[in-house]
Structure formats: C-alpha cells, structure tokens
C-alpha cells in the first residue's frame, strides 16, 4: 500500500475537483448571517493546481470586519479536506458584492 496521504481529489471524475472544493466552502458560515459563504455568493471562484487551491471571494462589504475571519476558514476548511496542501485566498470587491449574488434558496430564507 502507497504510503501517499489520500487525497478527496483522486475519488472523483477529472474535471470535478474544483466543484469538490467549493462543496467544502459551504462548511463556512458567515458568523453575522448564519448562512455559509457559497450560498451568499461570497465565492467568486475555486482553481485547484495540483494540490494547491485557489479561492478567489468577496466580503459583503469593503469594510467588512470578518475579511481575516472568513480567510482563515476557507484555508482551515480545505486543508482539512485532506483534498490539498495549501490554499491561497484573494479577496476582491470587484465586482462588489449584492444580494442578488445569493442562491435562490438563501433569498428565500431571508424573506426576500
């Protein structure tokens, strides 16, 4: 038996990696809003290089306080995955973020 630390990404079909990860990002919650950081469409997009990720996301706010917060979580969450090594976050306001960016479930749980 290899002695390679099993990785989430050698189960799945090629190509659906990265869909994987983002998968994981729902174990995120956006402490504030009690709803995780893919449902808000805070997750702007997830590129996976071997095993190294790259998550690219937005806060609700420039201003936003929990930037550092949300960060570590999604390095915290992947890595625990076991599916990479290292996870590289860039926050971006551009686009800035709008509550149309939510899933059509999350409007509805806010009432909107």
Not at 1 to 28: H, I, K, Y
Request: hydrophobic fraction near 45%; charged fraction near 20%; aromatic fraction near 6%.
């Amino acid at each position: 038996m290899s002695r390679d630390l099993l990785s989430v990404t050698r189960f799945l079909a090629p190509g659906t990696e990265t869909a994987q990860l983002r998968e994981e990002l729902r174990s995120v919650i956006d402490p504030e809003l009690g709803i995780d950081i893919v449902s808000l469409g805070l997750v702007y997009g997830v590129e996976l290089n071997g095993r190294v990720a790259a998550v690219v996301m937005t806060t609700t706010t420039p201003a936003c306080p929990l930037g550092e917060y949300l960060t570590d979580e999604v390095r915290r969450v992947l890595v625990e995955s076991g599916a990479v090594d290292r996870v590289e976050v860039l926050i971006t306001h551009a686009p800035a973020w709008s509550a149309e960016m939510m899933s059509a479930e999350t409007k509805q749980a806010f009432g909107w």
